[in-house]
């Protein structure tokens, strides 16, 4: 059987791309051979009409069933008028959504599960919606990645948005490492507005509140555990008062 998946790279182990007419690839998978051919999706950076292009896209691959993170209404008939079945809420890498597909861990989806225009900026704008960035202090950067322990003195650091899964690794380059900017204010240019991480400092934290950055304690292991532990409010939002108090924001928080 053939299937498509919307991903962000070209093999099995991408992530999958919670965006299905605006993901950069989709990968169409032979479950029984689970060999694979990555097809661009020339409809990712169109103005207008991805769903519906991207959905004709895949039509033509001859593929029985659509894997994806969400998917909104234009995309969402033109599959099933194309007979194509379509589930949603796939996550990890492109492999793992496979399996998960195999082992019917997986439904099929029986309506749209966002509006139109899911993930752009237009959208965001026109309705006010938030995008949720989330910031981690990484060692390499990417779900993969472990937490650094030192919130000042990491690296990279690793953000996430959790609306569209969108993963960017930006450098550290505070001032005590001789860079422009202590890293709330870096996270500030780059739309974060939770920062995760393993223990931080009373001066740090009061730099990001005043930012308007949600900070939360106690995440450890990779990226994606942390992501996961705060989905499931499993973390512990910060304050002034909880903050590790042998530490002040000189590169050791």
Known sequence: MKIAISSKGKDLDS?????????????IVDTESMSFEA???????????AGIQAAQTIAKAEVETVLTGNIG??????????????I??????????????????????????????????????????KSHKI??????????????????RVPTYTIVDLDTNEIK???????????QGYPPEI?????????????IGMRAIGMFEE?????????????????DAFKKGLLQKASRNDACREHTFRGQD
């Open 88 to 129: 949603t809420g796939a996550s990890g890498t492109v492999g793992d959504a496979v399996e998960k597909y195999k082992n019917a861990e997986l439904e099929e989806t029986k309506a749209p599960t966002v509006g139109s225009r899911f993930g752009t900026k237009e959208n965001k704008e026109t309705t006010g919606e």
């Open 39 to 49: 097809i661009s999706n020339e409809s990712a950076m169109a103005s207008g009409g």
């Open 169 to 179: 690794i930006i450098p550290n380059t505070s001032h005590h490492m001789g860079g």
């Open 73 to 86: 209404p234009n995309a969402f008939q033109t599959l099933k008028a194309a007979g194509i079945k379509v």
């Open 187 to 199: 996270m500030k240019r780059e739309g974060v507005d939770i920062m995760i991480c393993k223990d």
């Open 135 to 152: 910031c981690i202090p990484t060692m390499e950067g990417g779900l993969n990645s472990m937490i650094g322990d030192h919130f000042g």
């Open 15 to 27: 992530e999958v791309d919670s965006r299905f007419g605006r993901c950069p690839y989709f990968l």
């Open 211 to 227: 930012l308007g950055i949600e900070v939360y304690i106690g995440a450890t292991g990779t990226v994606k555990d942390a992501i």
